[in-house]
């Protein structure tokens, strides 16, 4: 069912945009795994099993990433994910990220739930910091033709409304993907736009834990 | 003057399958890019040494990136290219500047030896526009296996009065070569050509 044509790593290393040069560059990466889309050209109700055939696609996926980011887990501060869905797949295809995409990254990065209660859909109790990448990793997905973009969404790894990590990276592998692929996509960032001042929650402020603030 | 970057973005490719055939081992390109103010934008300046210099400073720079990227030994490097997007407010000549006199040398150190010359591109361009990279063998010219590009594009680059330098390395040729002509294992590498 897996089949991975292709690896596509992408780094930004961004040291200002025309205000004071940072200290420290701000890096952004992302990842695109190119893979054969198993159901293209034809309607399958039972696409599931997919999912679960993913999960290792995505744990390879945010090890490489993190490996080309060249830096720490610790240093991770956004996240987000992504998928574009050759002409002969559909949408739902894309949607079989969620659950594979999201969690490798999560548990690379420290979070300590159970992702196969997540995939059934229960939810869980957190108090305290129990862990790190308590938010959701946000998400968004296309049907495209060989070089679309997809401006996949950052968040704040413990914070959705960490105000100063919204964000996004524009992706894009050249030539894919074909009508029978699909390309998975993971995105990390070690901080918060460069010049970031628009106020709201601040990621020193984080209480709640709650995976929102 | 040292280039004064904005940002430096580096991309790899590994293809593993194409046509539905394994390739092994998989192909792999690399391809930085660095993000330059223009010290010329915006007026005709006779004398170009300063972008000539930048060119030298970049060869070096982008060509390790590349092969840090592709986790090789510098002797390791198959193919090689270089380009440039010049903002609007630039000129052409100023890509030339950049790419022409000096940027080679540093790069070819970066991928040990290199006889061949570095296949390059250059155009005029705004926010996002993309430029093909061409490649060729780093030391025999016409070794048909290896003529290929890789497409290289800023999304929030060139403003107006910059300059996007871009260096792409390979550590192979196309994935599934079959057209004939001069092959990496005949080349003697001495003249640069075959």
Known sequence: ?213 | MPAKIRKIIVQTDEVRVEMGRDVQPPVRKALAMAVIENPFAGRYVENLDELIAIGEELGGLLGARCVQALGIAPGDAHSYGKAAIVGEAGELEHAAAILHPKLGAPLRVAVEKGAALVPSSKKMGGLGTAIDVPLGHKDAAYVRSHFDAMEARVADAPRANEIVVAVVVTDSGRPLPRVGGLMASEIKGVDGLR
């Open chain 1, 1 to 213: 069912m897996i089949q991975i044509r292709r690896v596509f790593t992408h780094l930004e290393e961004i040291r200002h945009e025309f205000g004071p040069v940072a200290d420290v560059p701000l890096l952004r990466g992302a990842i695109g795994a190119v893979l054969t889309n198993p159901f293209a050209g034809r309607y399958e109700p039972d696409i599931l099993p997919m999912m679960d055939a993913l999960q290792d696609v995505g744990l390879d996926m945010a090890q490489r990433l993190l490996k080309a980011m060249a830096v720490p887990a610790e240093r991770i501060e956004t996240y987000g994910k992504g998928a574009i869905v050759g002409a002969a797949g559909e949408l739902e295809h894309g949607a079989l990220w969620h659950v594979p995409g999201g969690y490798a990254m999560r548990e690379l990065l420290g979070w300590k739930g159970d992702r196969n209660a997540y995939a059934k859909g229960q939810a869980e109790e957190k108090t305290g910091q129990p862990a790190n990448a308590l938010s959701i990793v946000p998400s968004t997905k296309k049907v495209g033709g060989p070089g679309a973009a997809l401006d996949v969404p950052l968040t704040h790894i413990n914070a959705s409304y960490v105000r100063s990590h919204f964000d996004a990276i524009e992706v894009r592998v050249p030539g894919a993907p074909s009508a029978d692929e699909i390309v998975f996509i993971l995105a990390m960032t070690t901080g918060p736009r460069i010049h970031a001042r628009v106020g709201g929650l601040k990621a020193a402020d984080i209480s709640q834990w709650n995976g929102l603030r």
